[in-house]
């Protein structure tokens, strides 16, 4: 079982920043992937990025060179750093991990960009 705690998610103006984490309750050096992913209203959820215990990479293309995936394994934790946010990026971001072939979700932080 694994629990997952997004944070750092408001309202920040068109082209500012934000830095979503996710925390995880176990060691996430077992945990083969996790990602970023979000849901706008009426909208199916989305992958936005995940990151391998290898540290391999993978963005979706509307975000890539503007979100940057890390991950802090001492902290047990996941990064989305989100630069030159677009209006088009206000979702409900969630945090996602599969270990040993089950998949937990987080509860999710919302993300609003205004114009």
């Known amino acids: 079982q694994v629990q997952l705690m997004e944070s750092g998610g408001g309202l920040v103006q068109a082209g500012g920043s934000l830095r979503l984490s996710c925390a995880a309750s176990?060691?996430?050096?077992?945990?083969?992937?996790m990602g970023w992913y979000r849901q706008a209203p009426g909208n199916q959820r989305e992958l936005v990025a995940d990151?391998?215990?290898?540290?391999?990479?993978n963005y979706a293309g509307s975000v890539k060179g503007r979100f940057t995936i890390s991950r802090d394994n001492a902290k047990n934790t996941v990064y989305l750093q989100m630069n030159s946010l677009k209006l088009e990026d206000t979702a409900v971001y969630y945090c996602?991990?599969?270990?040993?072939?089950?998949?937990?979700w987080g509860k999710g932080t919302l993300v609003t960009v205004s114009s």
């Open positions: 176990a060691n996430i050096l077992n945990i083969i992937r």
């Open positions: 996602k991990a599969v270990l040993y072939g089950l998949t937990y």
């Open positions: 990151i391998t215990s290898g540290d391999s990479t």
